[in-house]
């Protein structure tokens, strides 16, 4: 499968971000690739679908597609009827940006596993988004000495709209009691560490909490406990590989450190419902 890198010189800015447009990307290829940078679209215009990870996601006009780095996707899209505009960058443009380490955990349309990776606002919130694209893209063509402080303040401004949005559609807190960072730490070792640690106990050592605290402050920012949290990606993991790799189930067994292939099965039954062979049938079905 193809990866597509983020490369300032090819991209032709300075930053690790950029904005694009339909005139920029081919979104009439319909094989499954992915990209090493986060991605959010704005369709001005649109019909047909996305398919990002095993979900197909219907786009219309002024719909909004959020995707995270390494998350496989391919378009179904009518091209003659299309306006769109991406922001692109890369987590390190943020790190380097803002102070927080932790900001893109904290957004939540980021690493998503329990809401839809979309949402569509008013034709009047669009335009306003888009405006600020406007103004993003016109600082990094013409940079100036002060550019970068405009730039963030642009993004910034952007990606916590996008979030109370987000939360306000989906039905989601965006309170965080005491501005506790256990539960976005604990997202984040999940995301480094779920291939070879899939044991809560594996990450109360590394936060130096006791599970009852985890657990507490999991629940009340992601709605879920720490175990679901940690057993949703593994098997978001698990549906990945079976969808967009060529391994077996022993070698994805393999990969993510199951002691034997009929243990990944039956964890996968047990979380899903669905044997692998049902789950790959069922797929297909949707997808259709």
Request: proline fraction near 1%; hydrophobic fraction near 40%; include cysteine.
């Amino acid at each position: 499968m193809k990866t597509i890198k983020f490369h300032k010189g090819e991209c032709g800015v300075d930053f690790l971000l950029n904005v694009l447009t339909e005139k920029d990307i081919d979104y009439r290829q319909n094989t499954t690739f992915n990209t090493d940078y986060f991605e959010i679209l704005f369709f001005k215009k649109a019909e047909g679908f996305v398919f990002l990870n095993e979900k197909k996601i219907t786009v219309s006009n002024n719909s909004l597609v959020f995707i995270s780095p390494y998350q496989k996707r391919s378009w179904n899209l009518n091209v003659g009827n299309l306006e769109v505009t991406a922001l692109i960058f890369q987590e390190e443009f943020l790190n380097d940006f803002f102070s927080d380490k932790l900001f893109t955990y904290r957004l939540l349309y980021f690493y998503q596993l329990n809401f839809p990776l979309s949402i569509t606002v008013s034709e009047e919130d669009l335009l306003k988004y888009c405006g600020s694209l406007t103004e993003i893209k016109s600082e990094l063509i013409d940079s100036k000495f002060d550019s970068s402080h405009i730039i963030r303040s642009l993004v910034y401004y952007l990606l916590q709209s996008l979030n109370r949005q987000y939360a306000t559609q989906q039905g989601l807190s965006l309170n965080m009691e005491g501005n506790n960072q256990i539960p976005f730490l604990f997202k984040n070792l999940i995301e480094l560490h779920f291939r070879e640690k899939q044991r809560v106990s594996d990450y109360i050592d590394m936060l130096g909490v006791s599970r009852i605290s985890l657990n507490k402050v999991v629940k009340a920012q992601f709605q879920v406990t720490s175990s679901q949290l940690l057993k949703q990606r593994l098997i978001f993991e698990i549906q990945n590989q079976i969808i967009h790799s060529n391994k077996t189930i022993n070698e994805i067994a393999y990969d993510l450190n199951f002691s034997e292939p009929n243990n990944l099965m039956r964890f996968f039954k047990s979380q899903t419902g669905l044997t692998t062979s049902e789950f790959i049938e069922e797929k297909n079905l949707r997808l259709k």
